[in-house]
């Protein structure tokens, strides 16, 4: 299950910016991207966040907001910009060709920290 290990990854570098604001934070919400190709599992990575958040001083109130990149891709042939996926083969739907040049869906991107002052 890599979606623990994604889970502190996200979790280590949002408490490293906590820590450059200084004082006293606690951190509300973390955004991230996450591509297609990633072959996250949403669930798992939630529940993976979860478990771990309140190992992290500041981030037992905190929710992750994972927003999910549709993979496209150029096609090898034809040129077409297309979603490649397991319905399609992973090929064009308009010439059958497969991917030339993926634009976007491996993704894994730290957005944002939203944080308030602690007491």
Same mark, same amino acid.
Request: with cysteine.
């Given at each position: 299950?890599?979606?623990? *290990?994604?889970?502190? /990854? ?5 408490? /490293? ?7 006293? @934070? ?15 599992? @949403? ?12 190992? =992290? ?21 034809? @040129?077409?910009? =297309? @979603? ?12 059958? /060709? ?16 939203? *944080?308030?002052?602690?007491?």
């Amino acid at each position: 299950m890599h979606e623990a *290990t994604i889970a502190q /990854s996200i979790l280590d570098l949002a408490a /490293s910016k906590l820590e450059q604001i200084g004082g006293y @934070n606690i951190a509300l919400k973390i955004c991230v991207k996450i591509g297609q190709f990633r072959n996250v599992d @949403n669930h798992s990575l939630d529940f993976a966040f979860e478990s771990l958040k309140s190992m =992290y001083a500041g981030f037992e109130s905190c929710r992750l907001e994972a927003q999910s990149v549709k993979a496209e891709a150029w096609c090898r042939e034809g @040129n077409h910009r =297309y @979603n490649p996926c397991f319905e399609n083969a992973f090929c064009c739907e308009r010439c059958g /060709s497969g991917i030339g040049k993926i634009i976007c869906g491996e993704e894994l991107e730290f957005v944002d920290l939203i *944080t308030e002052a602690g007491n």
